[in-house]
């Protein structure tokens, strides 16, 4: 009998499967773990079975649409690149480390318990993170739009705590000012 698990998805339900997942991380970040799963399937235009077909259970799900969330911010660091210049691209990402932070807050308590059955949802998390962001300061500083002398660490550590202080929705407006006001420090200053 032929292995299905390593066969590629039919479009249509590679489609099913990021609707749902897209669903799912921004409905855990609206309302927390209390979603019903039936009410992610119906937001996602997809039934019940399919939802389950792909995610047979709610712990399942969950890590799946934190490691979509995952890699979408890190996908997003060269597309950012490619559109945009480079220090407008990284206010663009920063932006996004919102959207992922306040998706996973919203799956934190999940999160916790499958790291406490022994998964490892977060494993490479913050080496992942802090590749997309280095990259995205190499071309900044690169194109001389932003100081040379801090560290993509340095950076994650002021935008976690922006994340951490403001990743609620009804503080978005507060993050997103001080993110510009993060920038402001960022950038170069004639000597």
Avoid at 13 to 18: F, G, I, L, M
Avoid at 49 to 74: H, I, S
Avoid at 151 to 166: Q, W
Avoid at 172 to 184: I, S
Wanted: charged share 25%.
């Amino acid at each position: 009998m032929a292995d299905d698990s390593k066969r590629p998805l039919r479009a249509d339900a590679q489609r099913n499967r990021d609707r749902i997942l897209t669903t799912a991380a921004r409905m855990f970040a609206e309302r927390g773990l209390d979603t019903h799963l039936e009410h992610i399937a119906k937001e996602a235009g997809v039934g019940i079975g399919t939802l389950y077909r792909n995610f047979p259970t709610r712990d399942a799900l969950v890590e799946a649409a934190y490691r979509n969330e995952l890699a979408r911010l890190c996908d997003a660091a060269p597309e950012l690149l490619a559109a945009l210049p480079p220090r407008e691209a990284l206010r663009a990402w920063m932006g996004r480390l919102l959207d992922y932070a306040s998706a996973k807050q919203g799956m934190a308590d999940a999160l916790r318990s499958l790291a406490a059955q022994g998964a490892a949802p977060h494993a490479r998390s913050r080496e992942l993170i802090q590749d997309a962001l280095a990259s995205l300061m190499d071309a900044a500083v690169g194109a001389g739009t932003i100081r040379a002398d801090l560290t993509s660490d340095d950076l994650f550590v002021g935008l976690t705590g922006i994340a951490l202080a403001a990743a609620g929705p009804e503080q978005r407006e507060q993050a997103e000012r001080l993110l510009d006001l993060t920038m402001d420090g960022l950038t170069t200053r004639p000597r």
